[in-house]
């Protein structure tokens, strides 16, 4: 109580006291906003080694701050959002290249690190000390190109907001262009474009440009998506039409352009320009060939307006393949073992639920997947939450069977039953999201 009051009293003296006030300080020294009590000049000293000017633009009382009230406050027009994981080579380039590209805008950059082992959040980190128009989210226990995106565009509250990769392969000279179309309402998505006149996607081997091409042309066809390029990584978007559009954007996956442009219904006027798709400049890839998994989960979501979901589908294709690795193991335990039928089918369950946990695990839910000690528990809790879900099936096909006495009738709905509980119980219990 005491301690709330200080702070108000605090608050409110301390930005007169210290000369300028708390939206000025370019590094706050605390989040709370006793930031404005350390003055510019000491702010100057510490940073006498430091050669990364401050953009006039954003700095309050700056002479060269426009009339533009959101400039005057020091907030920013464009944020300029790059998901990284494992880039801490890219990271302090890509920043001086944007501080080039954008002078004379209002900007920001937030980067958002998936916890990247390489500690690229710490080199970010070290930025934004720096740099208060850098800014870095790291996320724990979570990982996705697309769910990071979205969550750098929401912790941003620019007008607009441009999304690129971290290893300089998108072009970001074409930055204010993008921004200017926006602007002055040529467009509501901006879409940097490899497949048009002028783009080239240079920095692409044989075999990424023939995934890209054909994943391109099945997003056109079956999605009736017009663009040339909505496997681009690169865009930029007003943000109030990136707002009404996120709930029901996929968090999983990569394809977040083609999951804006599917989910929009052809009501976001969009824009493409040219730009050349460069080379990764250090580190490798993260998009392997499951890659392909996601693009097909995501055309097959938005194809049936959100009511399949791959997971779904990849959880119980694992279910189905566990029926045969089940009669597999009964047979090998009874024909060529000579165990006896009890037994034999205890053993048929138990190697089908572990390969069931293994294939998920790699497949079903690589994004969250377990490892290492983890994977003991994990197990440990599918097998308790398969068995329970074979008194479901059992359960349920029984009463059907009670209604209507047909054996395929009640046998389909007992499967379905379980593979419903299953999967809904593995992902509380066993990949839940931490
Ligand atoms: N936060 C986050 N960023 C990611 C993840 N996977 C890839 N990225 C970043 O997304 C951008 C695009 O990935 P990249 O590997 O360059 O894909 P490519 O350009 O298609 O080869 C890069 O900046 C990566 O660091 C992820 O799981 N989480
Ligand atoms: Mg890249």
Redesign the pocket.
Known sequence: MYARLLFVVVGILAPPLAGFPLRSAPVPELCLGIGGLASEAWHRRRRRDIRLPMNEAIRLGSETASQDPRQTMGLPDLSVV??????RD?VGKLYRKLEAALSGIAWEVVF???N?PDG?WNVVRELARQDSRVRCIR?IG????S??CIEGILASCAPYAAV????L?HDEAQLPKMLSLLRNGQAELVVGSRYIEGGSAD?FDKQ?AGFSAFATGIARRVLGIAIADPMS?FFMIRRDRFEELAPKLSTQG?KILLDIVSTAHGELKTVEVPFT?GA?LH?????DSM?ALDFLGLVLAKFTNDAVSLRFLLFAMVGGIGLFVHLGTLFVALAWLGWPFPEAQTAGALVAMTSNFALNNFLTYR?QRLKGLAILPGLFAFYLVCSVGLFANVGVAFSVYDQEPIWWLAGAAGALMGVVWNYAMSGLFVWRRR
């Open positions: 790059v998901p990284t994981f494992n880039e890219n958002v690190d998936d990247s690229t996320r979570r990982r996705g190109l769910g990071a690129m990769d971290a290893d392969q920095g990424r990584g990569f798709f990764r580190g490798e890839s993260k998009l890659v994004d």
